[in-house]
């Protein structure tokens, strides 16, 4: 099993003026301790799941070119970008360049987006829901298409682009890896099963369900289930001194044993450097044999 750290929590001692050597020394720690993934939500707005929404965030893809730039190993991803944030196009040029820039460790994670509040603060468009995963699928296809040879057009239910160039290429090959993110069984699993390489799901007693439906949705596209990396969303909060981390373990234990490869998570206090040296030295190196 892998383990990623999702930094979604940006109200830190020191105010805006420390954020940026404080996020710089959280990713070169994290990327030292042997995390596979480093993470930030995508969201213009604090969730209410973490704070208020005057608490500060900042925005997704600037944040990961500065990451890229603390780090040498860790693949950087969002957690996941909403499709609503950005126009196709402009996303996988974002996701291209950052690519390049980071050597290879861009992953594209990306969903139908849910936070309607944020949307309407900063006047960006929150169609309905079926619109919405139109979008997705067209955000998927441009992103694919821009990312192969050629530039050729593209004609898809929203978005008509034409000429598909995309100068440079990712340094990942075939392209850079897509998440999909969410549960939904007749739309999200599907697009997984078609189109990405990892999927992000919640732990709960539906995730064996949603598991077994991916895996017919992987039938019906002609898919090998086993090449799609399974991840999951879990709080790894190893407590103070460490006393957590019997608890993380046996819980990584149980989703390793339906399947999870992967586990991505914010971490409280990350901040404090502690938590992640925490998690370096005594749960990474162990759940590597899951």
């Known amino acids: 099993m892998r383990l990623g750290v999702q930094i979604r929590d940006f109200t830190w001692s020191g105010g805006p003026a420390r954020l940026g050597p404080q996020l710089g020394r959280v990713a070169a720690e994290a990327d030292a301790a042997g995390f596979a993934y480093i993470a930030v939500a995508d969201h213009l707005f604090q969730v ?13 893809y600037t944040t990961l070119g500065f990451l890229a730039a603390h780090t040498s190993r860790a693949h950087l991803m ?4 909403a499709v609503t944030h950005r126009h196709p196009g402009l ?31 900063l006047g960006l468009p929150f169609p309905p829901v079926a619109e919405r995963f139109e ?4 955000t998927l296809r441009l992103c694919l298409r821009m990312w192969a040879p050629g ?9 008509h682009a034409a ?4 100068s440079p290429q990712p340094l990942s090959r075939p392209h850079p890896p897509i998440m999909i993110g969410g549960m939904g069984e007749r739309k999200t699993l599907r697009m997984v099963a ?3 390489q990892v999927c992000n799901l919640f732990p709960g007693p539906d995730l064996p369900r949603k598991l077994e439906v991916l895996r017919e949705h992987c039938e019906r596209e002609g898919r090998d289930y086993d090449s799609v990396e399974k991840s999951a969303y879990y709080v790894l909060d190893p407590g103070p001194g460490g006393r957590d981390v019997p608890r993380i373990l046996d819980d990584l234990g149980a989703l390793a044993q339906l399947g999870i490869q992967t586990v ?8 404090s450097i502690e938590p992640l040296a925490l998690l370096g030295e005594r749960v990474v190196p162990t759940v590597r044999e899951l």
Do not use: C
């Not at 209410?48 to 997704?60: D, N, T």
């Not at 969002?78 to 970008?81: G, R």
């Not at 530039?151 to 978005?159: K, N």
């Open 48 to 60: 209410s799941s973490v704070g208020p929404a005057e608490q500060e965030m900042l925005e997704a």
């Open 163 to 166: 000429r598909t160039l995309n």
């Open 91 to 121: 996303l996988a040029k974002t996701v291209s360049t950052l690519d390049v820039l980071s050597g290879g460790r861009a992953v594209l994670g990306i969903g139908a987006g849910w936070n309607a509040e944020e949307n309407h603060g």
């Open 78 to 81: 969002t957690l996941v970008t």
């Open 151 to 159: 530039d050729e057009p593209f004609d898809g239910t929203h978005v």
């Open 135 to 138: 979008w997705l699928e067209d």
């Open 194 to 196: 078609k189109y990405a």
């Open 264 to 271: 991505i998570g914010g971490v409280p206090r990350v901040e």
